[in-house]
């Protein structure tokens, strides 16, 4: 029920009145009008009554009040009908339409326009550019259809005359993706002739009036309507001329948008003007033959149509027909049938100019490229804007069409609403109070019934052969129908002067009695063309043209088949019409005209009254208070609503589900609100359900929360499982792979005892890189077993050699590039005699005195030596050290000691990085020993540099347990002579056959040989 609306502007649903009664109802609509509140709800059928002025309600504050809103949330309004249907669509993906109704200028066409542009402004949110060109066409459309098929009536200045059911289809995501328009019996007979006071269709007055001066030049027309017989009754019929113009421009500039081609557009106008200017065509008699009379009307029209002028001259004035014996014969009009065949051809170009344009504008809006199992269900909405219920004081066969349409809605409407509503409940066994309502099934049938109805007595009378004119045809209806408590006409009731004989019948129609004038109806049933204008146009070079007259192929000896009358047809086309609609959840607008003068102040309480009635809105209001607004089959309910009950959610353990459904109404409290079908609940007031919806919504984010958390917990379970598996995969591989290097390790090794090299040739196998810190230690224990193996087998008087071979390698760190290490140390060479022949036996037996003397243990090392004196002179001496001194002796006077130092004074070596065998001694005083070693009979070239450094070392870090410093200089030495600091540096002097120093600046160079 809609609230949010205070009772000073009545009752915003007549649901709430408090009594159902025709006075109260009609009392409330006048408020609300008066008060300017046009919308009122019956449930969710909105009342709507024309205002006849311009409301501020239809913005975009309006919009977006109403945009994805509960219909009771807002003021009744269009825009929450089709809220409702866009979201009934959208959210259940149901297809449904809005069915307007009413009368003639009741506002339908208005009401459809504004769902429109409602539907159009809520979609599409993204603006995606393909969406917003179909909405464009789908609105673009109205204004073409409007020039094309309204017209100005006494009723109604933009009357529709024809019907018009649009769907507009959406993808799953709600947004418009192309339609598709029907469009029912045009008012063709307006085209030749217009009632007192009306106008023709305002397409030639919008060429007329608008077209450019080259354009109306072009189409030999002039600018004024009543140069033309079918534009000139119409031509002083009062609306603003400037309307036409701008009408003009804006069917133009739509023609553009929806895609017609400038030929396309020129035919049309062509077309236009080939009518205008067939209506000034008249027939003339010299008794003899019939003669076109209209100047140059039919150069023009041969022109326009783009065929010869002389088959448009003969297909004005004879008819091909085809003799029983196939032969075929031209027959001559009589200026009746000229005349008559002209406006029938009139007729029938505009007809079939406005399905063309229709089928155009669908070609453009039909969903293309749709592809179910990729873009979704495909879902519509339909619009139905069609004529309202016609009561004319001369009603024709139109009028017939039209009432006869309006049956077929009510009975919809009846179905849908009533009747369907009525029995649902009696199946549901759910207590009901029937309510009264007149069903119109009965009139419906009068129309259609096969052989026994009008439509089916009027094609019979059609079909005979010979004169059957429209009195015999009413006769016959008179006899078939006469006991039919709808039909009547003055032969059955005679006292009835309000009806004519052999003229007029009645209908009793849902909506009031009609009285329709027999006269024409067999002729507008029939609805005959000449063969000849058909195949006129068909060979015309015009290719629109042409395409609107398929069926002028034909040859008059092939057209047998008479074809549908205009009746049958249009009680096909709303037949499917309404199988279309029935298929759809409806949703109504029911529109009233307030009175007859278009005065937005007027509210006409016996024409409200009359409406009010016809349209069944009591009845309507009725059903609605003593019904349920909400009805669902329990599992669908639970379904949707389980989550708003803590023992519905997520499963209930009840033994059925209307248990469940029961559980959670008496959780919201709603137990008085509601009844409990066989199969389904029904709820009384969208308030109720308006709550659970919204409960509902609310939990979704909450539900979908814990959907994820869950989804993600169990994501993440699985990828731990997955990494377990990873890291176990790896661990048992990283396992093998070591194992793997410890066997080839071990296979590798097995026998490295037995090798001659200890396994140092052995290729060690790459580690993995686990192993990598093992390896290394294994190395280095391989290492040092190897070196373990080595030494042991070292008898132990080499021992001091290999100790000061090791020695020496540690302190040259091989920055040295010779040290002897590969030949023998002998250490004493002073005392071998194999090194020093001559002198060997002198010293050893003084270095025997020495021995006693000086009490050393030991000779570390002793050799000859070219050195320096005390007066820097260099001299051949020799070099003694012991474990005690270093001597300096003088070989030459037996070994003398010309010097003696204690070997603890010695700090630190200096040698050079070269081949050289120079040896820097330094001391604690500073008076360092610089000798040059010589070599003796052992080997000339023998250095003896490495060994002098490697026993000193040795000796120093196990005997004396300090660390002997040694420099390895690859430049200049730097030595203290004296205390005082000297230079030493190396030159290689060509013609120098022994080392040797020399006094230089800074202090002494080496001169070396080359
Ligand atoms: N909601 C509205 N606001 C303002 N004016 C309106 C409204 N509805 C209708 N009208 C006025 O009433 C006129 C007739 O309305 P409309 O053409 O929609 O009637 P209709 O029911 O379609 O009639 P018909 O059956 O003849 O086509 C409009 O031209 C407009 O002037
Ligand atoms: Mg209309």
New binding site residues.
């Given amino acids: 029920m809609a609230e949010l609306e205070g009772f000073e502007f009545g009752k915003s649903d007549f649901v709430l009145l408090d009594e159902v009664t025709m006075e109260q109802f009609l009392e409330n609509l006048k408020l609300r009008f008066e008060k300017g509140r046009?919308y009122t709800f019956i449930g969710e059928v909105v009342v709507?009554v024309?205002?006849?002025?311009?409301?501020d309600v239809?913005g975009k504050d309006a919009i977006d009040a109403y945009r994805g809103r509960e219909l009771y949330e807002n003021p009744p309004h269009l825009y929450a009908v089709a809220d409702a249907a866009y979201k009934a669509m959208k959210r259940r993906a149901k297809d449904t339409c809005i069915v307007?109704s009413?009368?003639?200028?009741?506002?339908?066409?208005?009401?459809?326009k504004?769902i429109m542009q409602y539907i159009a402004a809520i979609t599409n949110p993204s603006q995606r550019a393909e969406v917003e060109s179909v909405k464009n066409v789908l609105l673009k459309s109205n204004c073409v259809l409007e020039a094309f098929g309204?017209a100005k009536?006494n009723?109604?200045?933009?009357?529709?005359?024809f019907g018009k059911y649009m769907d507009i289809n959406f993808n799953f995501n709600g947004d418009p993706t192309g339609g598709h328009i029907n469009n029912y019996l045009l008012e063709k007979s307006r085209v030749v002739q217009q009632q007192e006071g009306e106008r023709n269709f305002h397409s030639f007055y919008q060429l007329l009036r608008g077209g450019s001066d080259e354009l109306l030049k072009s189409l030999h027309l002039s600018k004024d309507p009543t140069d033309y017989t079918y534009t000139s009754p119409g031509a002083s019929v009062s609306t603003s001329s400037s309307d036409d113009r701008s009408c003009h421009r804006a069917v133009m500039g739509a023609l553009k948008v929806i895609g017609f081609s400038e030929e396309e557009v020129s035919s049309v106008y062509k077309i236009l003007s080939t009518i205008l200017h067939l209506g000034n065509l008249h027939f003339e008699t010299d008794g003899e033959s019939v003669q076109v009379v209209g100047g140059d009307s039919v150069r023009h029209i041969s022109e326009l149509t783009d065929t010869e002028p002389e088959s448009v001259n003969k297909a004005l004035l004879y008819r091909t027909v085809a003799t029983g014996g196939g032969e075929v014969i031209e027959k001559g009009h009589s200026e009746q049938e000229a005349s008559y065949g002209r406006d029938a051809f009139a007729k029938a170009l505009y007809e079939r100019l406005f399905a063309w344009i229709v089928g155009r504008i669908n070609s453009v809006i039909e969903v293309k490229n749709y592809n179910p199992a990729l873009h979704g269900k495909n879902t519509v909405i339909g619009v139905l804007?069609i004529?309202?219920f016609e009561i004319f004081d001369n009603n024709s066969f139109e009028q017939f069409c039209i009432n006869y349409c309006n049956e077929k809605l009510q009975q919809l409407f009846i179905e849908l609403i009533l009747r369907q509503e009525q029995e649902e409940y009696h199946r549901e066994g759910i207590t009901w109070q029937h309510i009264d309502y007149f069903n119109n099934q009965i009139i419906v049938d009068l129309v259609e019934q096969p052989h026994k109805g009008i439509i089916s007595i009027l094609d019979e009378a059609c079909l005979t052969a010979g004169k059957v004119t429209d009195t015999v045809c009413l006769d016959s209806m008179n006899h078939k129908l006469g006991q039919h408590p709808h039909y009547t006409s003055r032969k059955l009731n005679p006292t009835d002067k309000s009806m004519e004989f052999h003229r007029h019948f009645r209908i009793r129609h849902y909506a009031g009695d009609v009285t329709y004038s027999v006269e024409g109806f067999l002729d507008k049933n029939k609805d005959p063309l000449f063969q000849d204008f058909k195949r006129l146009m068909y060979n015309s070079s015009d290719p629109v043209l042409k395409e609107m007259w398929p069926d002028g192929q034909l040859s008059i000896t092939e057209v047998t088949k008479r074809p549908l009358t205009a009746a049958t047809l249009f009680k096909n086309s709303i037949i499917a019409l309404v199988d279309k609609l029935a298929c759809k959840e409806p949703y109504y607008v029911r529109?009233i005209?307030p009175n007859e003068v278009?005065s937005p102040m007027l509210f006409d309480d016996a024409r409200c009254r009359h409406q009010v009635a016809y349209l069944g809105l009591l009845e309507n209001v009725r059903v609605r208070r003593a019904g349920f607004a909400y009805r669902q089959p329990y599992e669908r309910f639970l379904q949707r609503y389980k989550m708003t009950c803590e023992y519905t959610w997520p499963n209930h353990l009840m033994s059925s589900d209307r248990e469940a459904v029961e559980a959670i109404v008496v959780q919201h409290g709603f137990e008085g609100d509601v009844a409990y079908g066989h199969t389904k609940l029904f709820v009384r007031t969208p308030r109720s359900l308006f709550t659970l919806e919204q409960e509902r919504a609310a939990l979704i984010p909450i539900l979908v929360l814990f959907l994820q958390k869950v989804w993600r917990g169990a994501l993440a379970r699985m990828r731990c499982r997955q990494m377990r598996a990873i890291y176990k995969v790896m661990g048992c591989y990283k396992r093998y792979k070591v194992k793997a290097h410890f066997w080839e390790v071990e296979r590798r090794f097995a026998s490295v005892r037995n090798m001659t090299d200890y396994g140092k040739s052995v290729e060690w196998p790459t580690p993995p890189a686990a192993l990598m810190q093992f390896h290394k230690i294994t190395q280095h224990l391989h290492r040092r077993w190897r070196a373990r193996q080595i030494v042991k087998n070292i008898p132990p008087s080499d021992m001091a050699e290999v100790r000061a071979k090791v020695a020496a390698l540690g302190a040259l760190s091989g920055e040295r590039l010779d040290w002897g290490f590969n030949r023998a140390w002998e250490r004493d060479y002073l005392a071998n005699a194999r090194d020093c022949p001559l002198t060997s036996s002198n010293f050893v037996r003084i270095t025997k005195e020495l021995k006693n003397k000086d009490q050393y243990s030991q000779v570390l090392f002793s050799g000859f030596v070219r050195m320096l004196n005390w007066f820097n002179n260099t001299k051949d001496r020799a070099l003694l050290i012991t474990d005690k001194h270093i001597y300096r002796l003088e070989p030459k006077k037996h070994f003398k000691v010309q010097k003696r130092i204690p070997i603890e004074t010695v700090t630190s070596l200096s040698v050079s990085s070269g081949t050289d065998q120079m040896v820097v001694l330094h001391t604690v005083s500073q008076e360092d020993v610089l000798v040059y070693l010589q070599s003796g009979q052992l080997g000339p070239k023998q250095d003896r540099v490495g060994e002098l450094v490697g026993t000193l070392c040795d000796h120093f870090t196990r005997v004396r347990k300090v660390h002997l410093p040694v420099r390895v200089c690859s430049t200049g030495l730097q030595v203290h002579m004296s205390g005082k600091p000297k230079s030493i540096t190396m030159e290689t002097r060509p013609g120098q056959n022994t080392a040797d120093f020399k006094k230089s600046r800074g202090g002494f160079t080496l001169l070396l040989a080359q």
Avoid: W
């Fill in positions: 046009i709507s024309n205002p006849y002025r311009q409301m239809y307007i009413g009368e003639s200028g009741a506002g339908k066409t208005e009401a459809s504004y309204n009536t009723r109604n200045d933009n009357s529709s005359r804007d004529y309202g529109c005209k278009k």
